[in-house]
Nanobody, 121 residues
Framework: VQLQASGGGLVQAGGSLRLSCIAS????????MGWFRQAPGKEREFVSA????????DYADSVKGRFTISRDNTKDTVYLQMNSLKPEDTAVYYC???????????????WGQGTLVTVSS
């Protein structure tokens, strides 16, 4: 499956952004989806994941209560709504397709190219 992430940009602290990731090539609804991010000089980290039907989600503690993951299987798209953004949320955000609502990168076999989110203070 091919993944194309979009929606990144520059936003002030406290603002919001919605990332989108559209899939093509294979049946989107067969895959669990995740979002990861990599800040400058840091390793990539788990942000959120969602089950195939959207009934189960998981969030990193650092974004819980501020970010919401969702998906629309009719549009082959997964979203990440990011509210109350902080400068420490600045990173390249990647969507990924895998086989479980899991945090381990190795469980995701397909990755998008990433979209940059910059939060200014």
């Amino acid at each position: 499956v091919q993944l194309q992430a979009s929606g990144g940009g520059l936003v002030q602290a406290g603002g919001s952004l919605r990332l989108s990731c559209i899939a093509s090539g294979r049946t989107f609804s067969n895959y669990y989806m995740g979002w990861f991010r990599q800040a400058p000089g840091k390793e990539r980290e788990f942000v959120s994941a969602i089950s195939r039907t959207g009934d189960k989600t998981d969030y990193a503690d650092s974004v819980k209560g501020r970010f919401t993951i969702s998906r629309d299987n009719t549009k082959d798209t997964v979203y990440l709504q990011m509210n109350s953004l902080k400068p420490e949320d600045t990173a390249v955000y990647y969507c990924a397709a895998g086989m479980g609502v899991v945090r381990a990168e190795k469980m995701y076999g397909f990755w998008g190219q990433g979209t940059l989110v910059t939060v200014s203070s």
